[in-house]
């Protein structure tokens, strides 16, 4: 089936630091790439959506400006969280949509980012 | 109000038992619907599918009231292997993010 190869897995920074986050999908075209946070024992909440080649559609509260979303191809989309801050230490997960897939979503393993 | 409204539990059972778990959304608009398995710092994965005429896989069974905006997940004969979080998923359209409810926490105990 579809896979979706999210890394890093786990990352521990200093506040003020930038960390890129990449999902790249393996044996599919990810036209449409979800962004989520997740926060401890919280629901996954939608932070944006890209599409290829076009600029990322942000949920509303999210900044634009530190989290950063590249989807520059069909099987590479990259999220920056931009001078992170402990705040921003939270469960990072992408998914990928294929096109003309329905209701198939393929999930990346996540990123448990940690700012110190 | 949130979109999707689950009990968070925890439901605690023993091995064996039949656990049942609901959810509400709130966007009539909703087409899609899903629940997806969260297993402890891990990524959530598709359980199954939900459908009006009510479908079931193995031991699972779900339902869907669009009249209600309800949906259900019936697991019977509880393993061990069960526990996890139950996240309820819906879906306005093709092409539009999951929405996911906050989850139910499930304990089977021997």
């Avoid at chain 1, 509260?61 to 590479?76: Q, R």
């Avoid at chain 2, 996890?84 to 409810?101: D, M, P, R």
């Amino acid at each position: 089936g579809a896979v979706v190869s999210q890394h890093p897995s786990r990352v521990i920074c200093k506040s003020g630091t930038s960390v890129k986050i990449e999902c790249r999908s393996l044996d599919f075209q990810a036209t449409t790439m979800f962004w989520y946070r997740q926060f401890p024992k919280k629901s996954l909440m939608l932070m944006a959506t890209s599409n290829e080649g076009s600029k990322a559609t942000y949920e509303q509260g999210v900044e634009k400006d530190k989290f950063l979303i590249n989807h520059a191809s069909l099987t590479l989309s990259t999220l920056t969280v931009t001078s992170a801050h402990p705040e921003d230490s939270s469960f990072y997960i992408c998914s990928a949509r294929e096109a003309d897939s329905g209701n198939g979503y393929t999930f990346g393993s996540g990123t448990r980012l940690t700012v110190v | 109000r949130k979109e999707v409204e689950q009990d968070p539990g925890p439901f605690n059972v023993p091995e064996g038992a039949t656990v049942a778990f609901n959810c509400t959304y709130s966007n009539s608009a909703s087409q899609s619907f899903f629940w997806y398995r969260q297993d402890c710092r891990k990524e959530p994965k598709l359980l199954m599918s939900v459908y009006s005429s009510g479908n079931e896989d193995g031991r699972f069974t779900a339902q869907l009231n669009r009249a209600s905006q309800y949906i259900s997940l019936l697991i019977r004969d509880s393993k061990l292997s069960d526990s996890a979080t139950y996240l309820c998923v819906v879906k306005i359209n093709s092409g539009y993010a999951l929405n996911f409810g906050k989850g139910t926490s499930l304990l089977v105990t021997p």
